[in-house]
């Protein structure tokens, strides 16, 4: 079964702080994804990566960076939090062509920044 | 930009009866996939179709990819109190675009 993982499910930060989420699948993936879903506006994507060091802005980048070093791993960042980006936070992977076109989805990371 | 229209938005049914929901775009797919979010937890892939006109069981659950390749419809068959939560249609080509998701309630 393809698993992907979101190391921290529930955070709280203060506004201005620094913040991590990472994820990592276990499929050898190409494609990763980050969204953030909010109540009544579904998911929007933050920013997506299709290879390693590669990395493509999303319909929302702005306020957030992200980083992937290894093909498994995609890290978003949020450089200065603030309450605006008080959400819950989705991962996903995916490989490119044909049948393997399923999306997988991590368990989520619940962001509040007071 | 491309859209994916879900409907309904939410829907409250009695425990035994059947649901049924769908997603229809202004633009052609290559792939409909299906998803059930719990609270508090990340979607959950429940049916994947992968060609125009496939009809696709999962247990309770049946799904269709649409001839047009513009839709694609969910069933979910004498529904279970565990069937509540919220399910999500996407469609993908070159881009992966998500409905707005189906919020299923039980009624007791």
């Known amino acids: 079964d393809v698993k992907v993982t979101q190391s921290s499910r529930y955070l709280v930060k203060r506004t201005g702080e620094k913040v991590f989420l990472e994820c990592v699948q276990d499929m050898d993936h190409e494609n990763m994804f980050w969204y953030r879903q909010d109540p009544g506006l579904g998911l929007r994507l933050i920013y997506f990566s299709y290879d390693v060091k590669m990395k493509e802005k999303g319909d929302i980048p702005e306020g957030y960076s992200v980083s992937r070093e290894k093909k498994e791993r995609f890290s978003l960042i949020l450089e200065s939090a603030s309450t605006n980006q008080t959400s819950m936070y989705l991962c996903?992977?995916?490989?490119?062509?044909?049948?393997?076109?399923?999306?997988?989805f991590g368990e989520g990371s619940w962001l509040t920044v007071v | 930009g491309q859209q994916l229209n879900q409907s309904p938005q939410s829907m409250f049914i009695q425990e035994g009866e059947d649901v049924s929901m769908n997603c229809t775009s202004s633009?052609?797919?290559?792939?409909w996939l299906w998803y059930k979010q719990d609270p508090g937890e990340g979607p959950v892939l429940l049916i994947a179709l992968y060609k125009a006109g496939e009809l696709t069981s999962n247990g309770r659950l049946t799904a269709q990819f649409g001839i047009t390749r513009k839709d694609s419809f969910l069933n979910i068959s004498a529904s279970i109190p565990s069937d509540v939560g919220i399910y999500f249609c996407?469609?993908?080509?070159?881009?992966?675009?998500f409905g707005k998701g189906t919020r299923l309630h039980i009624l007791p």
């Open positions: 633009s052609i797919f290559n792939t």
């Open positions: 996903a992977s995916t490989t490119g062509e044909g049948r393997g076109n399923t999306i997988y």
């Open positions: 996407a469609g993908r080509d070159d881009k992966i675009i």
